[in-house]
């Protein structure tokens, strides 16, 4: 049987990423490491499970593959598919750079209002209130209830010395 080598390569992927989350996640306070470890080792886990399956799970013979195929979208202009991905991927990491420069309770509310504005084309008033309820939903979780800490953005660490 041939190896699904794109699978496989995806698969040591999101291992080493989980992996890497776990591990950083362990040297860290209970409280602080509780939620990137509660995500971080299930998928860890599913991962190299997947990455068995696909490197030792047989295919049944005249099987024509997957039951379960999956596409949104066929015929679509192969540009209009990589400038989709590609802004896709640029909003992932402005989230992870917002993350880093302002922290993540700021973070969360401003990502939500400019991708529900600008991805989204949504009107102020449904943006603004959609990053009301996920700040809310984050806050209320995460740091009041849980009363898990996270550290602050490099610009606000920046001003509070």
Not at 73 to 94: K, N
Not at 117 to 122: A, C, D, I, M
């Amino acid at each position: 049987m041939k190896s699904p080598v794109g699978k496989i390569i995806m698969d040591c992927f999101v291992i080493a990423m989980a992996g890497g989350v776990t591990v950083t996640a362990l040297r860290w306070p209970f409280k602080t490491a509780l939620f990137p470890a509660a995500i971080a080792f299930p998928v860890f886990v599913m991962a190299v499970i997947d990455l068995l399956w696909n490197l030792f799970g047989k295919q049944k013979e005249g099987a024509k593959g997957p039951t379960g195929d999956f596409k949104l979208t066929e015929g679509l202009d192969p540009a209009v598919e990589v400038r989709r991905t590609v802004s896709m991927f640029a909003w992932v990491l402005g989230f992870f750079l917002i993350i880093l420069l302002v922290g993540f309770t700021i973070a969360i509310p401003l990502f939500f209002l400019l991708f529900l504005r600008l991805q989204g084309k949504e009107g102020w008033k449904m943006s603004i209130g959609l990053a009301a309820v996920a700040w809310l939903s984050f806050y209320g979780l995460f740091v009041w209830l849980l009363n898990i800490p996270f550290a602050e953005g490099w610009i606000l660490r920046m001003f509070s010395h």
